[in-house]
């Protein structure tokens, strides 16, 4: 079985641009999170869906949103990016429903690294 | 105080000893706890969750939780090069709304 894929691999931007990443949890998931890692620190947590509803959100602006379509795959969307924003962007996908989502390990994709120019 | 701590090493271990590799949380509610292995350009793995005070052994590892400390460890046996990679910590929350917390991770090198 194929795990979790990201799209695209890598990506060039430039401040003030806005760019979308792409995640496709593992068949059979239903919850999907997005992480975002600095070189040299842990990934800190973005986002949380389950059944398309957002169920966490971590410290991050507003210019960071996400959603999550019927087929469980989920769109991470910058707008108005900025240097700090380059890092490696993680999804990870878990089992099942939000009670269990507390206890379900999650398994992360490759990650798309964002360069901001 | 961070939400997650961890000692960021390296660790520096030859090859057949033991690490340990140690995690302290500030959430007294949290409620799931995980060890991630890292490696260099890699995306995180996982390599064991608890959820029970105690021991939970998994072939050469064994994690262990202490709620009461808010305090969990790794114990790698019988390290291997093969182990030298970034471990992180993870603690998942249900208050206020879902998130996972990592530490910063700790760096581990095995000797060969």
């Known amino acids: 079985d194929a795990g979790v894929t990201q799209s695209p691999t890598h990506l060039i931007k430039t401040r003030g641009q806005h760019v979308t990443l792409r995640c496709s949890p593992i068949s059979g998931h239903k919850s999907v999170s997005w992480y975002q890692q600095v070189l040299g620190q842990g990934p800190q947590f973005i986002f949380q869906?389950?059944?398309?509803?957002?169920?966490g959100r971590g410290n991050f602006p507003d210019r960071f949103s996400a959603r999550q379509f019927p087929n469980y795959s989920s769109e991470l969307n910058v707008n108005a990016l900025l240097l700090g924003d380059s890092a490696l962007y993680l999804c990870?996908?878990?089992?099942?429903?939000?009670?269990?989502?507390?206890?379900?390990?999650?398994?992360f994709g490759p990650g798309t690294r964002l360069t901001v120019l | 105080q961070k939400e997650v701590e961890q000692n960021s090493g390296p660790l520096s271990v030859p090859e057949g000893a033991i690490a340990s590799l140690n995690c302290t949380y500030s959430d007294r509610g949290s409620q799931s706890f995980f060890w991630y292995r890292q490696y260099s350009g890699k995306s995180p793995e996982l390599i064991m969750f608890i959820y029970s005070n105690g021991d939970k052994e998994d072939g050469r590892f064994t994690a262990q939780l202490n709620k009461a400390s808010q305090y969990v460890s790794l114990l790698i046996r019988d390290s291997q090069p093969s182990d030298s990679a970034t471990y992180l910590c993870a603690v998942n929350q249900g208050t206020g709304g879902f998130k996972t917390i990592f530490g910063a991770g700790t760096r581990l090198f095995v000797k060969a």
């Open positions: 869906y389950y059944e398309k509803e957002e169920r």
């Open positions: 990870a996908s878990s089992l099942e429903g939000l009670a269990a989502v507390l206890y379900n390990e999650q398994f």
